[in-house]
Every structure is written in structure tokens, then in C-alpha cells.
């Protein structure tokens, strides 16, 4: 579990045996069932999730009562609903486990206590941050610049793994289609 947390760490910043047992202290673990809420609209945002293991989705649920989804988490990726963590204000998204999940997860109190204790930790959630903002400024490009075809194609060729692991008719929810509307642009690629 830490081994983990560490190697991805390490990718960013160094941190030695001691500052990373440190850092590691401000940190809970929590094990999630398949499709178990960790967070409901409506709710106070009081955690960021860190994937151990497992896979993760945020979505809202739209004016017609369909759920959107707007974002996963897979191994060693990070999750919140960000306005209301950092605000402490009711969230608008649900996040919720799409297979059986082992989380890392931090209070927004502990947060700031680990970010005092150990000012390196703010050059890596710079680091997170800043990929996580890339990938939605991509996300959006493609949506203006891609037909939906082409949409879904770059995803099935860039995460081919993450594509296997999620169930078809959330890909299409993440991508704004219907699952009957992927299922024929699928069909027309094996044709």
C-alpha cells in the first residue's frame, strides 16, 4: 500500500525514509465496494481520494436524471469534487467506485498540516494539479475539435487498458454519448 504512494511520489519529489513515514501520517486508508458512494450532491466535500488500487468515477446527475460522468480515477490518480474540498461547501458531484477500490485519502485539515509539515508536499500537488488541469484543458479540445467518432477513437487508442476496464455504457456517459450510440460507432469500426 505505502510502496505504492511512495513510487508515485518519487516521480515528482524525493523525500527520504523518515519525511515520507511523516508524511504518510496524515493519510487515511479506506477499502470501497463496487459501485459505493464516497461522496453524494449535496454532501460536505472533507476528503481527497488517492487510488491504491481499483477505479473510480465523479458524476452528476442532470436535469433529465441521467448521470454524467465527468471524470475517473484510476491506480495512483486523485480525485475530489475541488470547489467544494476547498471551500468546505456542499459538493455537486457524487464519486463513487466502479470496481472494488483501496484508497489513500486526506482530510482538507490534514492537508494543511502536511503541506506545513512538509513543504515539499506542496511542489507535488503543484505537479498533480497542473497534470490534472492538462488533461481537462485535452478533454475539452477534443470535444470542441473531434467529431464523436473521433472522440472516442483517441480515447480507445491513448488509454487502451482504461478503456477495457470500463464498462461501455459509462465510457459513453464520460463522452456525452448514449450506450446505444457507442455501441454503433463501435460496430462501425469492426465492419
Same mark, same amino acid.
Given at each position: 500500500? @505505502?510502496?505504492?504512494?511512495?513510487?508515485?511520489?518519487?516521480?515528482?519529489i524525493?523525500?527520504?525514509?523518515?519525511?515520507?513515514?511523516?508524511?504518510?501520517? #496524515?493519510?487515511? %486508508?479506506?477499502?470501497i465496494?463496487?459501485?459505493?458512494?464516497?461522496?453524494?450532491?449535496?454532501?460536505?466535500?472533507?476528503h481527497?481520494? #488517492? %487510488?491504491?488500487e481499483?477505479?473510480?468515477?465523479?458524476? #452528476? %446527475?442532470?436535469?433529465?436524471?441521467?448521470?454524467?460522468?465527468?471524470?475517473?480515477?484510476?491506480?495512483?490518480w486523485w480525485?475530489?469534487?475541488?470547489?467544494a474540498?476547498?471551500? =468546505?461547501?456542499?459538493?455537486?458531484?457524487?464519486?463513487?467506485?466502479?470496481?472494488?477500490?483501496?484508497?489513500?485519502?486526506? @482530510?482538507?485539515?490534514?492537508?494543511?498540516?502536511?503541506?506545513?509539515?512538509?513543504p515539499?508536499?506542496?511542489?507535488? #500537488?503543484?505537479?498533480?494539479?497542473q497534470?490534472?488541469?492538462?488533461?481537462?484543458?485535452m =478533454?475539452?479540445?477534443?470535444?470542441?475539435?473531434?467529431?464523436?467518432?473521433?472522440?472516442?477513437f483517441?480515447?480507445?487508442?491513448t488509454?487502451?487498458?482504461?478503456?477495457?476496464?470500463?464498462?461501455?455504457?459509462?465510457?459513453?456517459?464520460?463522452?456525452?454519448?448514449?450506450?446505444?450510440?457507442?455501441?454503433?460507432?463501435?460496430?462501425?469500426?469492426?465492419?
Amino acid at each position: 500500500m @505505502s510502496l505504492i504512494f511512495r513510487i508515485h511520489l518519487e516521480k515528482f519529489i524525493h523525500v527520504n525514509d523518515k519525511e515520507f513515514e511523516g508524511i504518510l501520517k #496524515f493519510f487515511d %486508508v479506506r477499502r470501497i465496494a463496487r459501485k459505493e458512494n464516497l461522496l453524494e450532491e449535496g454532501q460536505l466535500c472533507n476528503h481527497h481520494y #488517492f %487510488v491504491l488500487e481499483g477505479l473510480l468515477r465523479q458524476f #452528476f %446527475v442532470n436535469e433529465k436524471g441521467v448521470e454524467q460522468t465527468t471524470d475517473f480515477a484510476i491506480e495512483t490518480w486523485w480525485l475530489t469534487d475541488n470547489i467544494a474540498y476547498e471551500h =468546505r461547501s456542499p459538493a455537486s458531484f457524487y464519486i463513487q467506485a466502479v470496481e472494488k477500490s483501496e484508497l489513500l485519502y486526506i @482530510s482538507r485539515e490534514n492537508q494543511e498540516k502536511l503541506l506545513n509539515e512538509f513543504p515539499v508536499m506542496e511542489r507535488y #500537488f503543484r505537479f498533480v494539479y497542473q497534470r490534472a488541469f492538462a488533461a481537462s484543458q485535452m =478533454r475539452i479540445k477534443y470535444h470542441f475539435s473531434f467529431s464523436k467518432e473521433e472522440f472516442y477513437f483517441s480515447l480507445v487508442k491513448t488509454y487502451p487498458e482504461f478503456v477495457q476496464r470500463v464498462p461501455q455504457y459509462l465510457i459513453a456517459s464520460y463522452l456525452g454519448f448514449t450506450p446505444e450510440y457507442l455501441s454503433e460507432i463501435r460496430k462501425k469500426k469492426i465492419s
